[in-house]
């Protein structure tokens, strides 16, 4: 790990806690955050965020996403901690938790997403690259039409594909293109 992910994941770690202090000081919570772990994924490409439960010690972890803290505005990715600290009280309290109706309401209270957010931009989009015709699909895999998409035409216009890397920008529509930009970005892919 690069010193530079180290900085972030300690201020992503660090603003969250206090955000997480500041919602249980606010609403009142009866939510034991000393028996919170936190941790931050810098895997995750889907999830935002999530929150284990070790049943036999009883600790919650809220492990949070690297990529949604660099792509969100604070406010958003402070929702998905709150969203977390939901999943954790009601660990804490029941020993299970869900999107259920209690879960529902402590949300609603500390204003955080009924669901999971998913940042989940697909990881690649398809496109035409005819001028006048704006036919696009998304992928999360790397389709055939995705790694070779020069044998491939638009269903609409019959005009030729290009395919963009959504973490990166990087576009192509030659299956050497593809190649070129895997290698490229290596673990980034
Ligand atoms: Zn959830
Ligand atoms: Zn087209």
Excluded at 110 to 115: F, S
Aim: aromatic share 8%; net charge negative; glycine share 8%.
């Amino acid at each position: 790990m690069t010193d530079e992910a180290l900085t972030i994941d300690d201020e992503i770690l660090a603003r969250a806690r206090i955000h997480a202090r500041e919602v249980v000081d606010e609403h009142g919570l009866e939510l034991d955050l000393d028996a919170i772990e936190w941790a931050v994924s810098g895997r995750a490409r889907r999830r935002a965020g999530l929150c284990r439960w070790d049943a036999d010690r009883e600790v919650a972890t809220i492990v949070l996403a690297r990529r949604a803290y660099e792509r969100y505005e604070w406010a958003e990715f402070a929702a998905v901690v709150r969203h977390e600290l939901v999943h954790a009280w009601e660990f804490q309290r029941f020993g299970e938790s869900g999107h259920g109706e209690r879960f529902q309401e402590l949300a609603a209270r500390l204003e955080a997403p009924r669901r999971c957010r998913s940042f989940a931009e697909p990881r690649y989009v398809l496109r035409c690259r005819g001028d006048d015709c704006d036919w696009r699909a998304t992928r999360h895999r790397a389709s055939e039409p995705v790694r070779t998409p020069g044998r491939y035409r638009c269903g609409d216009c019959g005009g030729a594909l290009e395919v963009e890397h959504v973490d990166s920008g990087r576009t192509w529509n030659a299956a050497s293109g593809y190649g070129g930009a895997k290698a490229a970005l290596g673990e980034d892919w």
